[in-house]
C-alpha cells in the first residue's frame, strides 16, 4: 500500500443540505485526513473545463449546469491507497446501485444527485488537485 492523496468534491446537492460535516466524517473515521479543503463556487466555463474528459458524452451538459449551480467544497484527502479507499467509502454512481453504509447510498438522491465526486485514479488525482489546489493550500 501507499500513501496517496485524492481529490473530493461534495457536490451542490450536499452542501445545500449542509451534510459536509456528515460526510468529512466518513473520510475520516476511514482513515483519510483532509489536507486541504475550501468551499468555491464553480462558473460554467470551469466546470467545463474540468470535466473535459467527458465531453461529448450524454451527461456532459446537465453535469456542468448542476455542479456549478451552486457551492462545492473541493478537498483533497491523503491517506493510504486514498483513491480506492476514497471510491469505496463513496459507493457506486448510482445511488441505489451503492452498497449500505456508503455516502452515496446514504446521502445520493438519484445518478446526477450523487452528492460526492471522488478521483478515478493516481494520475486523475493529481490533475484534478491541480486544477483546484496550489501546493501551498495542501497541508499535511
Partial sequence: MSVQKTLSIIKPDA???NLTGSINTRFEEAGLRI???????LTKAQAEKFYEIHQGKAFYASLCEYISSAPVVVQVLA????????RAIMGATNPANAEVGTIR???GQSIERNVVHGSDSPENAETEIGF?????E???
Avoid at 35 to 41: A, D, T
Avoid at 79 to 86: F, Q, T, Y
Wanted: charged share 35%.
Fill in 132 to 136: 483546484f489546489f496550489s501546493q501551498m
Fill in 105 to 107: 447510498r446514504d446521502f
Fill in 79 to 86: 491517506g493510504e491507497d486514498a483513491v480506492a479507499k476514497n
Fill in 35 to 41: 489536507v486541504g479543503q475550501k468551499r468555491v463556487c
Fill in 138 to 140: 495542501i497541508v499535511e
Fill in 15 to 17: 452542501t445545500e443540505r
